[in-house]
């Protein structure tokens, strides 16, 4: 028996089964300490720590009412692979304006374009990663890298403190946003995610129909020369276009909502994720650069009228396909 086996504790012993509700702890405790030992035994630092954490997130899921069992649960883990998608997205907007357009965030931010882009690509590239590794059915190492870029997100305000670049604040006001987007896929329990190739494809499209116009539009966009920071002049109508741009990863997160609940036999609790996904947008981001809440109160209202109304229609075309789909066709008299 190696080391780390009989440094697992008994089950008896075993610490974390006290995180387990009383009722499911004495039912179901011996077993689970059991199944650990197992797991653990002959394993290396590495698949001890995992374990571990797997063990502590599975108790506090029972205890909270959040695990695969609980409605809760199922409705977080339908928002997930959405919430996934938009993070993603939107990191990949800034993860090309971090490579591409250095210009105007060196005027903004500092003087080292080489830091700007890196300290952005540190905070946005873990995003994209995830999605691709969620894309191929690799849940629990997508989690890991959207946990990584929450931390080096909520990391770069403090590196400021230590070393004063205003490169460590290109994305503060954008943290509230991207911590409201990971929350779905850290706290979803991980079994009950949709991970079918349907579901997979579904999130990955939902990610590319977010960033390609986004993108397009940063890549496009008439900049101003090094020091020149004045917006370019549109005209009205374009002006117009641009303010309703803002309302896009929305519209496309309902579309996501609409087809979940349009199904021919439809998940509800994660169809009520999918719209779950659509709510952190309600904090719309204006073009060029994606990274800047609204904070009045009458903005936030404005915008969060949209997102209920585009809530509110979706739901109205899914009862109304539902509606056709069980109404039986009228037969002619012969």
């Known amino acids: 028996m190696s080391t780390h086996a009989q440094a697992t504790p008994p089950p008896a ?4 089964l006290g995180l387990y509700p009383a009722a499911y702890r004495s039912s179901h405790g011996e077993e689970i300490a059991a199944v650990f030992a197992e797991s653990v035994q002959d394993g290396d630092r590495r698949t001890v720590l995992r374990e571990w954490t797997a063990l502590a997130a599975h108790a506090v899921r029972l205890r909270t009412r959040l695990s695969s069992r609980d409605p809760a649960g199922r409705v977080l883990a339908g928002a997930a692979p959405f919430t996934l998608a938009g993070g993603a997205a939107l990191a990949t907007v800034h993860l090309v304006m971090s490579l591409f357009l250095t210009v105007p965030r060196v005027d903004l931010f500092s003087p080292n374009a080489t830091a700007t882009a890196t300290v952005g690509a540190v905070q946005t590239a873990p995003w994209l990663l995830a999605l691709v590794l969620a894309a191929l059915g690799r849940w629990g190492h997508a989690r890991l890298l959207v946990l990584a870029g929450v931390l080096a997100g909520a990391g770069a305000p403090a590196a400021f403190l230590v070393y004063p670049s205003g490169a460590f604040l290109q994305y503060v006001f954008l943290l509230p946003l991207w911590l409201l987007l990971a929350g779905p896929v850290l706290i979803a329990p991980p079994d009950a995610v949709d991970r079918s190739a349907r579901g997979r494809t579904g999130a990955a499209l939902a990610a590319v129909a977010v960033a390609l116009p986004m993108t397009a539009l940063v890549l496009r966009w008439p900049w101003a020369g090094p020091g020149d920071l004045s917006d370019p002049v549109f005209s009205d109508s374009l002006r117009t276009l641009l303010d309703v741009s803002t309302a896009w990863p929305a519209l496309v997160m309902t579309i996501a909502y609409l087809v979940q609940l349009a199904a021919a036999r439809p998940d509800r609790l994660r169809a009520a994720g999918a719209a779950l996904a659509v709510l952190p947008w309600t904090a719309m ?9 609204p904070i009045r109160f009458a903005e936030l209202a404005r915008d969060a009228g949209v997102v209920a109304a585009f809530l509110a229609v979706a739901t109205a075309l899914a009862a109304l ?13 012969a």
Request: proline share 23%; net charge positive; no cysteine.
């Open 321 to 333: 396909r539902r509606t056709r789909a069980t109404t039986p066709e009228p037969v002619e008299p």
């Open 13 to 16: 012993r075993l610490a974390l």
């Open 285 to 293: 981001l204006a073009p060029p650069y994606y990274w800047a809440p």
